[in-house]
């Protein structure tokens, strides 16, 4: 599958678009989808704090929240899911302009046609939810199938580092660790000194944590832009062990080049990722 490595035992799954669906990140308000995504992005927006875009392809999940606006870095960053569809609450002027005049296929609320839908338990502005089984049932020809994102390991091959605990990572106001359950075999996450839980009370966990350190730009309204073209450190944690190198990409079509700091290339897991981007620059402690 091309977002997880994992074998294709559906072929119709293989060739479905991406989702790319944009959730608030509040402690106060647990996000919720977490887990079925196969992978999660997590970004830094205004107000220092940040917001997860969730992927979909391999499965979905009937409630997928809270749902926020959308940011101008979000064309670039997701460039390279090849005309993904793209679940947002909307965002302003300039915003919506930039998303409608790029190749993301724009869902917003305000023409998700019943695949977006207000409940949940929660209040206003945190009550809106997208359920990613009715997006696919939406006609939306011009949406693509994505390539491989990252490269995986295969049968018999282990991961490169050193063997690792997990990492610390500041991102802006909020901290965040990830410490690797070797009994699980997954990465579980902390926020801000607590264990990171979905809605329903289950642990955020994942295969694998992509650190690509981002230089951000000032954008408008005091949302800061990631320049997600050209390059920058990385730090890859799978299967116990952390690695670092550097992440190239020459646009944003293209995915992201992840090798080691001796020149080969860096592998994850099969599996589920969570591809962090902390500012570049004394912002990753691996333990």
Same mark, same amino acid.
């Given at each position: 599958m091309p977002l997880t490595g994992m074998p294709i035992t559906d072929p119709k799954l293989a060739k479905r678009p991406a989702v790319v669906v944009k959730v608030g990140n509040y402690d106060a308000h647990p996000q919720r989808g977490t887990n079925q995504a196969d992978l999660v992005y997590e970004e830094i927006i205004n107000a220092n704090i940040s917001r997860f875009a969730m992927?979909?392809?391999?499965?979905?999940?009937?409630?997928?929240g809270p749902i926020r606006s959308g940011r101008r870095q979000d064309v670039n960053l997701?460039? &390279?899911?090849?005309?993904?569809?793209?679940?947002?609450?909307?965002g302003n002027h300039t915003v919506t302009q930039e998303i409608q005049s790029s190749d993301l296929i724009d869902l917003s609320q305000f023409k998700c046609a019943g695949s977006c839908f207000r409940g949940g338990g929660d209040f206003m502005p945190y009550n809106l939810f997208f359920n990613v089984e009715r997006v696919y049932g939406l006609n939306l020809p011009d949406a693509g199938t994505?390539?491989?994102?990252?490269?995986?390991?295969?049968?018999?091959?282990?991961?490169?580092?050193?063997? &690792?605990?997990?990492?610390?990572?500041?991102?802006?106001?909020?901290?965040?660790?990830?410490?690797?359950?070797?009994?699980?075999?997954?990465?579980?996450?902390?926020?801000?000194?607590?264990?990171?839980?979905?809605?329903?009370? &289950?642990l955020v966990t994942t295969n694998n944590v992509v650190v690509l350190e981002m230089v951000y730009n000032p954008g408008i309204s005091g949302s800061p832009d990631a320049v997600s073209i050209g390059h920058g450190s990385v730090y890859v944690?799978?299967?116990g062990k952390a690695v670092h190198g550097k992440w190239t990409r020459a646009d944003r079509k293209?995915?992201?080049?992840?090798?080691?700091? &001796?020149?080969?290339?860096?592998k994850l897991t099969p599996g589920r990722s969570f591809v962090e981007l902390p500012r570049a620059g004394g912002n990753v402690t691996i333990k």
């Open positions: 992927v979909f392809q391999t499965q979905t999940a009937p409630e997928v997701f460039g &390279s899911l090849n005309r993904p569809i793209f679940a947002w609450a909307g994505p390539p491989q994102q990252f490269q995986y390991l295969q049968t018999g091959e282990t991961a490169a580092g050193r063997d &690792s605990a997990g990492v610390d990572l500041k991102m802006d106001s909020y901290r965040v660790t990830w410490t690797w359950n070797p009994t699980t075999q997954l990465y579980e996450r902390t926020q801000n000194g607590r264990p990171d839980k979905n809605w329903d009370g &289950s944690l799978t299967g293209q995915v992201f080049t992840l090798t080691t700091d &001796s020149g080969d290339p860096i």
